[in-house]
Structure formats: structure tokens, C-alpha cells
């Protein structure tokens, strides 16, 4: 680890460690620390939930559904936690899925107000070309152009040192995301009280540790089906039981199954 934490927004540049390039055709995803990223071209999606909060920046306008109420038509809008929804696309679409606990989650949770979701202006994504994204640096930089506008007053913040327990636990998570990590062995490893920990680790690192655990799992078993194991062998590297839990695991997550991303 390089010991040090930036912003939810400026880390956004930082954590993106390889450039993924695709066809400006295909379809792109990628996981990191509390956030994922999904370029696509969805035609609709049927009725679900998910507990990330969403972004979507559309090519055209497109619309959120719950049942017979439409809840959003236009190019941008953010959507709550746990919101239930169906979706209509039209043309390329990127997705921003943010952990609801995490720092940044709080800011987008402080915009929407209380409400389900907010429609905002198309003239905040006019300069945005979501279709021409075909890099993982592409889309930070569309999330990046985007998020000074929706929440001026959270600003990037300088770097600044993790606590090296900290930075002993992310080492220790990143190098044993395939075994339990009980909470009570992280203490070990941080030689810290279970409340200290809890504590320290969401002021430093920006979500709680439970969920961050969580994402990496998600990471290390996504990249491995992108590397073309199977979804046992993947949801094995990632630390989930079988795919079945991973299946589930990501569909509350994201509100889609891995094998309608992943497998295509």
C-alpha cells in the first residue's frame, strides 16, 4: 500500500491501477473500493431493486418506471438506495453504482433529498460523450467532469497518511480476500479494539470495513470471470461460498446478475 487516502472524488484517478479498452461496441464494467462503473447499451431492464445508490448518464433520454409511475425521462439522474425500478434506455448508457454507507454515498444521499430520484439538467452531461468511453479512464474522467457540478461544495481533498494500522488491514484484505476475514481477526491484524477499528477505518478509508471487504470480493470475482473462470471458480477467488452466493451478492448490489454482464 502507498499509505495514503485522497477524496471520493480525486480517488476516483488514483485507484484505476489498469486501463481497460474495449470495443466501442461492447459492453464495460469495473469494480473498485465502494463504487462500480457500467458502460452499456440496455434497451430496458424489468422491475428489481438494488442497494447501491445510482448515477446514470445516458446518450438519449431515458426513463426509470416503478410499476405504472414514471419516475425520470431525461439524460441524467440519480437514483436512492433499495429504490424499486425498471428501466428503458436509449442509445449507449454509463452507470455509477455507489456503496450507500460509504463518504460518497453520503453526498449523493444529501442531494436526493429523501427522495427515490432526481432528475437533473441535460446540460450538466452536454459536453459528455458516453458512447466514445471505451477505457476505464474514460469513464472515471466522465464521473470526474460530472460530480463538481452535482455537488460543488465536495471538493478533492489533499492526500494525506493513512494510519499504518489501517493500511496493515488493506494489505492484509487485499492478500486474504479468498478466506472469512471475521472481523475479529482484522482486529488482530490492527492490533486495535473492534469499535476503534470500525471507527478509524470509515473516517480513513471512506466506507465501513464490513462493506469494504464486501467490495473487494465483488472485484477479485468479477475480474476473474473477465479472465474466463467459470462463476464457482470466480466466486471461490473472491471469498464467496459458491456462485450462487456471489450471484446473489451482486444482484442486491446491483439490481443485475453477473451472467447478464459478464458472460455476454
Given at each position: ?6 477524496s471520493?472524488?480525486?480517488?476516483f484517478?488514483?485507484i ?20 462500480a ?22 446518450e ?26 425498471r ?26 433529498n ?9 446540460q ?6 458516453v ?5 476505464t479512464?474514460?469513464l ?9 457540478k ?23 484484505v ?8 471475521p472481523?475479529g481477526?482484522?482486529t ?27 467490495w473487494?470480493?465483488?472485484q ?6 473477465l ?30 446478475r453477473?451472467?447478464d454482464?459478464?458472460?455476454?
Open positions: 500500500m502507498n499509505g495514503l487516502f485522497c471520493p472524488f480525486s480517488c484517478c488514483r484505476i491501477q489498469k486501463r481497460f479498452v474495449v470495443p466501442a461496441s461492447s459492453p464495460l464494467l469495473f469494480l473498485s473500493d465502494g463504487f462503473f457500467y458502460r452499456g447499451n440496455l434497451s430496458s431492464v424489468s422491475q428489481h431493486q438494488h442497494h447501491a445508490v445510482e448515477l446514470v448518464i445516458s438519449g433520454p431515458c426513463e426509470f418506471w416503478n410499476g405504472p409511475e414514471r419516475l425520470h425521462r431525461g439524460r441524467v439522474a440519480l437514483l436512492g438506495a433499495d429504490v424499486p425500478h428501466f428503458v434506455g436509449n442509445g449507449w448508457q454509463c452507470f455509477v453504482y455507489v456503496e450507500p454507507e460509504s463518504r460518497l454515498g453520503w453526498h449523493l444521499a444529501q442531494y436526493l429523501g427522495q427515490p430520484v432526481v432528475s437533473l439538467l441535460d450538466l452531461v452536454v459536453d459528455l460523450s458512447a466514445e468511453a471505451t477505457t479512464d474514460e472515471a474522467l466522465l464521473f470526474n467532469q460530472l460530480m463538481p452535482l455537488i460543488p461544495d465536495a471538493a478533492p481533498a489533499l492526500a494525506v497518511s493513512v494510519d499504518e494500522r489501517i493500511d496493515s488491514v488493506l494489505d492484509y487485499k492478500t486474504h480476500i479468498d478466506d472469512p476475514l472481523l481477526q482484522l488482530e491484524v490492527a492490533c486495535l479494539s473492534e469499535g476503534r477499528l470500525m471507527h478509524l477505518f470509515k473516517e480513513q478509508v471512506g466506507i465501513p470495513i464490513r462493506k469494504y471487504v464486501l473487494n470480493r465483488l477479485v470475482s468479477v475480474q476473474h470471470v479472465q474466463g473462470q467459470n462463476l464457482t471458480q470466480a466466486a471461490h477467488s473472491g471469498g464467496f461460498a459458491d456462485s450462487a452466493h456471489f450471484s446473489r451478492t451482486f444482484s442486491e448490489m446491483f439490481g443485475i453477473p451472467s454482464v459478464l458472460l455476454k
